[in-house]
Structures are given as C-alpha cells and as structure tokens.
C-alpha cells in the first residue's frame, strides 16, 4: 500500500521546502489561468509517494542516473501478466490448460536470475500458478479489456494506465465493470490492500468515465495464493483517492517549479530511507541508499525478506 502523498515533508537538507502551488499562483497574480495538467500514470504517482528522491531520478533528471541490474521478481512478473495477455488473445475454443506451457515459454522473462537452474523453478512455478488460475476463469466470459488503456482529465491531472483487466459483470443496475489486478508477489494480500491502492481507485475512476459504466469493484488477483482480495468504492472513497492522487501531483508541480527557481534540487526532492532502499534502482546514485545494503537481484524470488517491493 502506498503512504499519503509528502506534503510538508521537511527537506532532509535543511533546504526550502517547495511552496504550494496556489501560493505560487497568488504571486504571480495568475488566478483564473488555467493551470497546466500534471500528465501521470500509476507509476509515477507511486514514485514520489515512495520516496521523492527516486521520483527525481526516475522522472526529473536527464540524463537520468543508471539504474542497478534487473531484478528476477520484475521479470516472473512480466512474464507471467505476458501469458495471461496471451491466453486471451486467443480465441476462446483454444484457451486450454495445455496452451500454457507455449505462452508463458513464448513470453518469458529470463533477466536478473542468480543461474538457469532458479531460473528454471522460477518457470514451474509460474506455470502452476498459471494453471491454477485460468481453471478458475469463466470459459465463456470475455474481458471488457485486457491491457487496456484508460485515460481522464480532471482540473489537475491528465491520468493514464494500463489496466491488467477489465470485465464487465452484472449488477443490480446493469453490467457494472471491474478493474482486475494481477499480483505474483511473495506475500498474500487482502481488502485493506485493494481499498488502498490508489493504483486501483484511479482506474476504477477513469474506467467509468471512458466506458460510460459504473466501476467500482477492484480485485487483487494473487496468483502464488490463487486468492482474490477486492474492494467496493463508493464515488466518495474515489474521489478521496483521486484528491489524494491531486494532491501528490501539486507537490511534484511545486517541487520542479522550485528547481526552475533555483531552489537545490536535493532539497526539493529529499531523500526518504526506507526498507525500500535496498530494492531501489537508484541505491548506488543515493546518498541515502549507498548506505543499505543491496538486495541480490534474486533475491525476492529466493525467500520472503523485508521490504519486498510489490510485484505486478
Ligand atoms: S535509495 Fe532510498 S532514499 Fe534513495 S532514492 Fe532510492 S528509495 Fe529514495
């Protein structure tokens, strides 16, 4: 689950703290203009929200800081959601157990594991997962969208993402949407996670407006577990997220437009330590992060550890 977004977090420095937007707008006498939209997707959202630092590697600096290797759990990741997109791309009448094998060989991911022979477990056991879950798949219920693309505007954010699935299921109303989320990591999940994704909520709230469609369950599908943990919004547990989601982006707008002004750029993205260190991409560039110890890029894939990052 992500924590709120770093508003009035202190600079790690002692620097100046990026001024509010509105602040900004007052003196230079630039209300009623409107404002430009902070064009964002799930991911980068979540960056600032983890740590503001990683999001100015990732997002602000060019060029960009080198990323460390690639990691074994992002791959079975890939790989797995790559076979679920397979599986139904094909027609209905072929989505047979025995298909699997072809599509999870054909889509696989083989970077950042420690030797072919985890690699190799790590394959057989995707494959179980896989296996089990598509018996639990209606054979005849098609998708709205797999992999689909779902885009809002709202007075602040020009918002897109790629949703892992979207089905239309019937409501008391009509057919209502759900937006379906696969998981691969270690650790199982429930409701609490599925209410808190702020990953979810938008697009739930941006599947709705592109589809015309109330949409307001959104599932966490976990495949090691094959168990399911879902929530109910209701319009006003979105529009919470999405203030949320607002929110964190008028920090990001004010944090570049106090480098524009000449503010440090580490004052105006701080560092923010965590667990999380030791699985950051940027850990050798950090000053924060060249003191915790890396993880091997194998690691989450080897055995349950602290600070796991969340696999897709
Ligand atoms: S190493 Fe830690 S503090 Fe540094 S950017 Fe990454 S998550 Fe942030």
């Known amino acids: 689950m992500r924590r709120p977004s770093s508003a009035g977090r202190p600079s790690s420095t002692g620097g100046h703290a990026p001024r509010p937007r509105a602040e900004q707008a007052e003196q230079l006498g630039f209300e009623g203009m409107p404002e430009r939209l902070f064009v964002c997707t799930p991911s980068k959202l979540g960056a600032y929200a983890d740590c503001p630092r990683r999001y100015r ?19 079975l990741g890939a790989s797995v ?10 027609a209905p009448e072929r989505r047979r157990p025995e298909a699997l094998t072809g599509l ?6 083989r970077e950042g594991y420690r030797d072919d022979e985890q690699e190799r477990a790590a394959y057989r056991r995707a494959l179980g997962w896989l296996e089990a879950y598509v018996e639990t798949l209606e ?8 992999e689909r693309v779902v885009a809002v505007k709202t007075a602040v954010l020009a918002f897109n993402g790629r949703a892992d699935r979207i089905d239309s299921r019937p409501g008391p109303d009509g057919p209502e949407l759900v937006i379906v989320d696969y998981k691969t990591g270690r650790t199982g999940l429930d409701s609490d996670d599925a209410r808190g994704s702020q990953a979810l909520a938008l697009y739930a709230y941006a ?10 369950r959104v599932e966490l599908h976990h495949l090691p577990t094959g168990t399911v943990a879902a929530h109910e919004h209701t319009v006003e547990s979105l529009a919470r997220q999405l203030s949320r989601a607002e929110e964190t982006a008028h920090d990001i ?9 000449g503010a440090d750029p580490d ?7 965590s667990p999380r260190c030791g699985w950051c991409d940027y850990r050798r560039t950090c ?6 110890p890396g993880k091997d890029p194998w690691a989450a894939v080897e055995q349950p550890a602290e600070g796991t990052p969340a696999q897709g």
């Not at 054979?139 to 797999?146: K, R």
């Open 287 to 292: 000053p924060a992060g060249s003191q915790t």
């Open 104 to 109: 999870l060989r054909g889509t696989w991911v």
């Open 253 to 261: 707008m004010a944090a570049e437009k106090a480098i524009a002004d």
């Open 57 to 75: 590697y990732s997002y602000v600096d060019r060029p960009a800081p080198p990323k460390g290797p690639p990691w074994a759990h992002n791959s």
């Open 139 to 146: 054979p005849d219920t098609e998708p709205l969208g797999v």
């Open 81 to 90: 959601h790559n076979a679920l997109r397979s599986w139904y791309a094909l």
């Open 207 to 216: 599947a709705e407006r592109t589809f015309r469609r109330p949409c307001r």
């Open 267 to 273: 004052d105006a993205f701080p560092t923010d330590p």
